[in-house]
Each structure stands twice: as structure tokens, then as C-alpha cells.
């Protein structure tokens, strides 16, 4: 049974920085490109960030946080990770890791329905 959990969620003050994490169980981690999505109060889900099976440099990032944030990934600890930092109350919702298998290692997935596993989320709420 596969299972994402994520945490560091909580109260930030504006321009601060936060470091989200998502443990991932019951798959083989290295062969699943993983992302993080937000969802505010009243909004859709929206895609934040990803990374490749390769991990390292092999990253996507939607405009409004890219240039302060990182994604990265640990295959050794089955762990996914999203770095914020100069945080917005426009960043505030909810956070969601999300996980798909792929044999093309050299893909992006940036879109809500490419993924098959989603965590729980974590509430991120920025203060202004």
C-alpha cells in the first residue's frame, strides 16, 4: 500500500522560509517521479514544483515561486523535499505531495491527473 506523508507545515511570517517533506512507503521510490501541488482556500489545485526520477539538477517550478524555492529529492531515505524561502501570504495553502511511476526518467509531470499517489497535505499558512 503506497503512502505520502507530508510535513513542516505551519505558521510563517512573510519572507521567511519553510521546508516542506514527504516521506513515501510501499513503492520503490527511485522509479517515481515525485511533485508538490497547493491548493488555497476556494482555488484548485495548483502545481508548485517537480522533480525527475534523476533528481539533482532535473527540476520544474511554476513561475510564481520559481527563483525561491527548491525541490530535491533523498532515493536513499524515500523522501521528497520543497525548499520555500521569501514566502508570500499568497503562498499560504494547503501542500500536497504527489507521486507517478515512470520508466522515462527524463520527463516533467506538472499536471494534477499525470500523478497516481497523493499525500494528505500540510497547511502552510504565511503571515503578513
Known amino acids: 500500500q503506497v503512502q505520502l506523508v507530508e510535513s513542516g507545515g505551519g505558521l510563517v511570517q512573510a519572507g521567511g522560509s519553510l521546508r516542506l517533506s514527504c516521506v513515501a512507503s510501499?513503492?520503490?521510490?527511485?522509479?517515481?517521479?515525485m511533485g508538490w501541488f497547493r491548493q488555497a482556500p476556494g482555488k484548485g489545485r495548483e502545481f508548485v514544483a517537480a522533480?525527475?526520477?534523476?533528481?539533482?539538477?532535473?527540476?520544474y517550478y511554476t513561475a510564481s515561486v520559481k527563483g525561491r524555492s527548491t525541490i530535491t529529492r533523498d532515493n536513499a531515505k524515500n523522501t521528497v523535499y520543497l525548499q520555500m524561502s521569501s514566502v508570500k501570504p499568497e503562498d499560504t495553502a494547503v501542500y500536497y505531495c504527489?507521486?507517478?511511476?515512470?520508466?522515462?526518467?527524463?520527463?516533467?509531470?506538472?499536471?494534477?491527473?499525470?500523478?497516481?499517489?497523493w499525500g494528505q497535505g500540510t497547511q502552510v499558512t504565511v503571515s503578513s
Open positions: 510501499g513503492l520503490t521510490f527511485s522509479r517515481y517521479a
Open positions: 522533480v525527475r526520477v534523476s533528481g539533482g539538477n532535473s527540476t
Open positions: 504527489a507521486a507517478r511511476y515512470t520508466l522515462a526518467g527524463g520527463i516533467y509531470y506538472y499536471r494534477a491527473s499525470e500523478y497516481s499517489y
